[in-house]
């Protein structure tokens, strides 16, 4: 038996429901045991049906005030799938929450209250998922019961987010709205007989069957080299390989590559695994690659296609989303992290910073804070071969780093270059 | 209005040529893990894995081995030994240590009892006592990184654990301080005296694990597969007899056809009744019950809700 996997994030406003809708799909998919039932019935003050949403409220802190405000990572699972889930919070000052759980997604939910339709959050939360490429997006449009399953609302809520989502660059069909609720079940797992006059898929079964997009296989090819495998045992007196996971494109055995940031090109002499030699690997697969000469390849090195590799760069301009208490302070001393290469940074210039609310760019900001995110130029102290983070996200994406205390203070993405 | 942040996305109907990665969900899992224990190579000076035996320590030495083939797996092992052991399971931990030729540590909870710097619980269970002896472990060895098999599906506090998870000097956990993680960018940088758990198997369900055991033909301790057994019952679960403090007055001891799922401290790990004698039966099992692992087989978690969460904060797994 094989299943594949997709990956998905969740945002939504305090009140939408989402940890409701979440409990309710491992509810509904029997995703959840007795015993975390029986957890959950305990504690749901006043009896009646289980509080779902205590399904997945984990940290104490998080019961008491009764909010989410980490990201937490659900599983659940059918026949010919399995989910990993991101539920990310949805407090305004949670950005960074929302920013990490896009970063791995392959689809995101948005939640939106049918009483209230589409809101600030559920613009920034598009933006946000838009800036990540997150390739697609569901809008569940809870709380349907209570405005009284009303086709109309339902409509116009889901025109107002198609039009926000093709704004943001979304093709119409990598978008769909689902009109649900999550507390009483409609459409979640089972189609409503509620909803008598929506045809399309309930949300678990548009999770099963949207197809799943492999990790950038049709991009060029991009290895980060973790580490040098040399056993210099009997067997193995003169093995030399590179291992490291393909960020990017497939790779064949004979293939021209080149190694960056020095630029030797060779070919590709070998793909090793544990099983034994294959013949190519693709985007997501660890692998040991040998190569045709003995070039002293070290952690940080790219191994990239020869007749498509980056010009590794010095000077930079990236969108960083920042995550961090302590604001962007230009011209401090910083680390970045590119693939597997960590160089001493400098951010020299901050361009301007998104207005979340209008999605405007408002120039000449000075300085980031938590959960702005803006357009910066970065000077680093070695060449990195730095992609287009929308065209290659894998070596497009990197972390800012502080380099005292060790916080990761910003997620980044290349621009293209001009 | 600005289109600014937005961006032409390409539909994959574009490109003829389009190499269909597979997405098979036991391969991806492997090679998530085996990329972060990598990264760990890459960016520690002493790592170590944490090794009980149990399918969970297996599975981390499995993918270890794996990734670094064909050289040596490139850090030693380190056994937390509460002293309430399963025969069985420390022949095997032994057997695993010579077979693939690792360096085996072990911390002794019974050496700090005997001593007199622990003392034992008056309920006899060791778990808990097992967060000393471990933090001095890293101390003394001065590992930088730590290899744990915990999985977010176990425990709701687990569930916002990270992949790469900073402990102060003491060990502790503190969930505000937490980094986040983005794409498959980890952040390892950590001050002197203090080190990160790593928890390769992050993503894997307990199902995934039985699944790529099976796979992978990975042996395990004889005690995961149904066997004829002296037990009695506290709890709601089944318990061992041994020198652990079992059983006491008014529990009778009964023979049962269990099997483990978990394998800890032998005064707190319950059996359940099974007769699962294959890997494949325990598969069907594992996929049919109705009980978290945990839930079912750990009376250490079933203290109170918050029982893991304030465990982690001390300095537990």
Redesign the interface.
Same mark, same amino acid.
């Given at each position: 038996m094989t299943t594949d996997l997709l990956r998905l994030a969740t945002a939504g406003s305090v009140d939408d429901g989402k940890s409701t809708l979440v409990g309710r799909l491992l509810y509904d998919t029997k995703s959840v045991l007795a015993d975390q039932l029986e957890a959950v019935e305990r504690a749901t003050q006043g009896g009646g049906d289980p509080d779902l949403s205590l399904l997945v409220d984990g940290l104490r802190s998080e019961r008491e005030q009764g909010i989410t405000i980490d990201v937490a990572y659900r599983y659940f699972a059918t026949p010919n799938r399995s989910f990993v889930l991101a539920d990310t919070p949805g407090h305004v000052q949670y950005t960074r929450n929302t920013v990490t759980g896009a970063s791995t997604a392959q689809l995101a939910v948005l939640l939106v209250d049918a009483r209230h339709g589409v809101v600030e959050q559920t613009r920034r939360h598009a933006a946000v998922m838009a800036l990540l490429r997150v390739p697609r997006l569901v809008l569940a449009v809870n709380k349907i019961d209570l405005v009284e399953y009303d086709e109309p609302t339902f409509s116009t809520i889901a025109k107002e987010f198609h039009e926000i989502a093709e704004r943001l660059g979304y093709d119409d069909e990598a978008v769909v709205a689902i009109p649900v609720s999550a507390k009483r079940g409609d459409n979640v797992v089972l189609a409503s007989e509620n909803t008598p006059w929506y045809d399309g898929p309930t949300l678990l079964d548009h999770l099963e069957s949207v197809p799943v997009d492999g990790p950038d296989a049709a991009a060029p090819f991009r290895f980060p080299v973790q580490t040098v495998i040399r056993p210099r045992t009997a067997e193995f007196p003169d093995y030399r390989g590179y291992a490291g996971l393909v960020g990017a494109g497939t790779v064949r055995v004979g293939d021209p590559v080149v190694v960056l940031p020095d630029g030797q090109r060779t070919t590709i002499e070998g793909i090793d695994r544990f099983e034994g030699p294959q013949e190519r690997a693709s985007a997501g697969e660890s692998v040991v690659l040998r190569l045709a000469d003995d070039l002293g390849v070290a952690r940080g090195a790219v191994i990239a296609a020869a007749d498509d590799a980056p010009e590794p760069v010095t000077e930079f301009t990236a969108t960083l989303a920042w995550l961090h208490e302590k604001p962007l302070v230009p011209g401090r001393r910083l680390l970045v992290k590119h693939g597997t290469h960590t160089v001493q940074a400098m951010i020299t210039e901050v361009a301007d910073r998104l207005d979340v609310q209008t999605l405007e760019r408002v120039p000449g900001p000075e300085n980031l804070e938590i959960n702005d995110i803006g357009n910066v130029s970065i000077t680093v102290a070695e060449p990195l071969p730095l992609d287009d983070y929308e065209r290659v996200a894998a070596t497009g994406s990197f972390l800012v780093i502080d380099p005292q205390a060790g916080d990761t203070l910003a997620a980044g993405m290349c621009a293209p270059r001009s | 209005?600005?289109?600014?942040?937005?961006?032409?996305?390409q539909?994959?109907s574009d490109?003829d040529?389009? !190499?269909?990665? =597979? =997405?098979?969900?036991?391969?991806?899992?492997?090679?998530?893990a085996?990329?972060i224990i990598?990264?760990v /190579?890459?960016e520690f000076d002493r790592p170590v894995i944490l090794f009980s035996g149990g399918k969970d320590s297996m599975l981390l030495v499995h993918l270890a081995?794996?990734?670094?083939?064909?050289?040596?797996v490139p850090f030693p092992v380190l056994h937390v030994d509460t002293g309430h052991n399963f025969d069985e399971v420390i022949d095997f931990r032994d057997a695993v240590v010579e077979r693939y030729g690792l360096t085996l540590e072990v911390a002794s909870v019974q050496e700090y009892i005997d001593d007199g710097r622990l003392s034992e619980r008056a309920d006899g269970t060791r778990n808990p006592l097992q967060t000393t002896p471990l933090l001095d472990a890293i101390t003394e060895h001065r590992h930088d990184a730590v290899f744990g098999g915990g999985r977010?599906?176990e425990e709701? /506090?687990r569930?916002?654990e990270r992949i790469f998870s900073?402990r102060t000097a003491f060990g502790a956990w503190d !969930?505000s301080r937490?980094? !986040?993680?983005?794409?498959?960018?980890y952040?390892g940088?950590?001050?002197a005296g203090e080190h990160v758990r790593v928890f390769p198997l992050?993503?894997w369900?307990e199902?995934?694990v039985w699944?790529y055991i099976a796979r992978e033909e990975i042996e395990l301790p004889s005690i995961y597969y149904a066997h004829t057994r002296d037990v009695f019952a506290r709890d709601g679960m089944w318990l061992t007899s041994g020198p652990w403090g079992g059983p006491r007055d008014g529990e009778e001891v009964v023979t049962k056809t269990v099997r483990y799922r978990t394998v800890g401290d032998g005064s707190c790990t319950g059996a359940v009744e099974s007769t699962a004698t294959t890997l494949d039966e325990v598969l069907v099992e594992v996929r049919e019950?109705?009980? =978290?692992e945990r839930? /079912?087989t750990r009376a250490d978690d079933r203290l109170s809700? /918050?029982a893991m969460?304030d465990r982690k904060k001390e300095g537990y797994f």
């Open positions: - | 209005m600005s289109a600014d942040v937005g961006v032409d996305f539909t994959s490109s040529a389009t !190499p269909l990665t =597979t =997405t098979d969900e036991l391969d991806a899992l492997e090679s998530e085996i990329h990598r990264e /190579a890459g081995r794996k990734a670094f083939w064909p050289a040596p977010r599906d709701r /506090a569930a916002k900073l !969930p937490q980094r !986040p993680e983005l794409w498959n960018l952040n940088r950590h001050k992050s993503n369900t199902l995934d699944r019950s109705r009980l =978290t839930g /079912a809700e /918050a969460e």
